[in-house]
């Protein structure tokens, strides 16, 4: 993926969990919006903002995930996976939570190097750590969920 590139929503992403695919489409909204914005207008407060508003949503999401883990047993019928996914969340907010620290401190980050890591940490998860546990949730429900 080039790093200006914008993500296109389609079956690659869909889980199948319609409460996980309505957020991740949000997901992948606000990193085309961030994009473009970045395009035409770049400073440290537009960066911060975008920053900040993504970091909240994801955090949001992560939780969505985390309690259908919870409500699942995920942890006990698929403890690696379970592991995995929840330091993959963790990782996620540890980064993006140092680039914040770095603009705080004015160090600057590039539309390239953000976008960069944001694209393709969403779709790494999505198309491997995600789909895993829409799995799991599908079977543990019957495939309603
Ligand atoms: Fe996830």
Request: aromatic share 6%.
């Amino acid at each position: 993926m080039q790093n200006d590139d914008l993500l296109e929503w389609g079956p690659a992403l869909v889980t199948g969990v319609e409460a996980i695919d309505e957020q991740h489409k949000m997901l992948v909204d606000m990193l085309n919006e961030a994009n473009l914005r970045m395009r035409s207008h770049i400073d440290r407060s537009v960066t911060e903002d975008i920053v900040r508003d993504l970091m909240s949503y994801a955090l949001y999401h992560f939780e969505t995930e985390e309690e259908l883990m919870l409500d699942h047993g995920y942890s006990q019928g698929s403890p690696e996976d379970a592991s995995k996914h929840l330091s993959e969340h963790r990782d996620f907010s540890r980064t993006v939570g140092s680039v914040q620290q770095d603009l705080i401190a004015g160090k600057p980050i590039t539309r390239e190097a953000l976008l960069g890591f944001l694209n393709n940490w969403l779709v790494n998860h999505i198309m491997h750590t995600d789909k895993r546990l829409a799995a799991f949730l599908k079977g543990s429900q019957g495939g309603s969920a």
